[in-house]
């Protein structure tokens, strides 16, 4: 029990929230590309340019089934060899930003595609260009169904950016460790406290995404 | 890259294999502990229905590598020495089982209601019409999220490279120590990732639009 107070003491917890604030930098940035990017390479893989979207297709399945930590190694490791020398939270981001839009990619290819062809036909009848067909008509059907699996791959984008630590990006994890490495006894009391602020930190997220879809339901 | 591929092959098939060990460990732990607390999720108990979902959303929130460096950190200070690998791996069981229990969970749920009454009322047991009737359909539900989540275990198992567990990753760094040719290596072995990783994602794709459509 000593070992607990003794743990959490005012300079270790600002300690660790300093490291949880760069988590929820490095995340908030990634999801805001990612989401992005992801929502272009989606559609872009859905409305089957020959030779364009089947090329998107296969890079997206290359990133899919690469591990993270591989990705962000080539990224802060491997690029400054062709010249591209990324500082540890733009290289930590740039990493987390590729890896997710092709997951996020699929997800959208797969939401647009549950959306009922009929809208998109009716939409297109009713003289709307095809653009203003997919954003006013299908995406916004799309993304109400997509909402569950976007906000777990979030939940697991935040997850991944303890991955950076092997970058030394001064995260959550990184400084959690730093701490218990100067006294082995507060292990214990470390990993309680990554467990609880990754836990609040990622249910956050599935309330806010609780509400978001009440209120797309409602209305 | 060629010259990395050969001059190392020795070194990356070990790695291979290594990640390709504690991939399938993992999956088979992680298969017969998430059905339990898939189960217990299911249960008509409210408290054990509790237990199961607390395990499940405790684990689904942290991250893989929290809890790995946890077995690898704490378990040696109190019960035995553990190696990179063995915490790895245990850390990646542990991890897989939560989101297993909710596929297989929603794998017996997506199976009739009337499934398991018309089992019961023909005289069956609670048991026996989960282990005749109601598990035999969800299996074809279930295989290619379980797929998945193999390809998951083979990308997640580079966790294993923060605790010296013999990996693909690890070897990876290893080579790049050695050669400074970060480059050519990361290639490489993003290469062999692929070699495991894509066909298996093609096939449960597959599987996916054959059973399901089905």
């Known amino acids: 029990m000593q070992n607990f107070i003794d743990a959490y003491s005012q300079v270790n917890l600002a300690f660790l929230l300093r490291g949880l604030w760069v988590t929820v930098e490095v995340s908030v940035t990634s999801i805001f590309f990612s ?24 890079l997206i399945d290359l990133l899919r089934n690469l591990p993270l930590l591989l990705i962000l190694f080539f990224t802060y490791f491997a690029l400054p060899k062709i010249g591209i020398r990324l500082g540890v939270i733009p290289a930590s981001i740039v990493a987390m930003t590729v890896f997710e839009s092709a997951m996020l990619a699929e997800i959208v290819r797969s939401g647009i595609n549950a959306v009922p062809i009929g809208q998109m036909e009716a939409a297109r ?11 006013q008509i299908i995406l916004p059907q799309a993304f109400k169904k997509m909402i569950p699996p976007i906000v777990s791959q979030f939940i697991s984008l935040v997850k991944d950016t303890s ?3 092997i970058i030394l990006l001064p995260e959550l ?10 006294n082995a006894n507060y292990a214990i009391p470390m990993f309680v406290a990554l467990a609880v602020l990754y836990f609040i ?8 995404a609780r509400l978001i879809n009440r209120r797309l339901n409602h209305a | 890259m060629f010259s990395i591929i050969t001059d190392h092959w020795a070194t990356l098939c070990a790695g291979l294999g290594y990640t390709l060990m504690a991939s399938l460990i993992a999956l088979v732990g992680s298969l017969v502990i998430g059905t339990a607390f898939a189960l217990m999720e299911i249960s008509h108990r409210k408290w054990v229905r509790l237990i199961g979902r607390a395990y499940v959303e405790l684990i689904r929130n942290i991250p893989l590598l929290v809890i790995t460096m946890a077995f690898f950190v704490i378990v040696p200070m109190f019960i035995v020495k553990v ?7 245990i850390g990646l069981t542990i991890y897989t089982s939560a989101f297993i229990a909710e596929t297989v969970r929603a794998g017996i749920e997506s199976v009739a209601v009337g499934q398991m009454e018309g089992a019961r009322s023909v005289g069956m047991s609670y048991t026996q019409a989960m282990v005749h009737i109601v598990f035999p359909q969800a299996i074809k539900i279930v295989i290619p999220p379980l797929g998945n989540q193999f390809i998951n275990l083979v990308k997640n198992s580079s966790v294993l490279a923060f605790v010296a567990g013999f990996d693909l990753m690890y070897q990876a760094k290893i ?9 050519d290596t990361y290639l490489a072995v993003g290469v062999f990732y692929l070699v495991l990783t894509m066909p298996l994602s093609y096939l449960m794709r597959y599987l996916e639009k054959k059973w399901v459509t089905a």
């Open chain 1, 35 to 58: 989401f992005l990017i992801g929502t272009l390479l989606g559609i872009a893989r859905y409305v089957k340019v020959r030779f364009f979207s089947s090329l998107v297709g296969f």
């Open chain 1, 125 to 135: 009848s009713n003289g709307l260009s095809y653009a203003q067909a997919m954003i």
């Open chain 1, 173 to 182: 994890t990184y400084h959690a460790q730093i701490v218990y490495g100067q």
């Open chain 2, 175 to 183: 080579i790049a120590n050695l050669t400074f040719d970060t480059f």
């Open chain 1, 201 to 208: 930190a990622n249910y956050t997220l599935s309330i806010g």
């Open chain 2, 83 to 89: 190696d990179g690998f063995t915490a790895g791996t």
């Open chain 1, 163 to 165: 991955l950076a630590t």
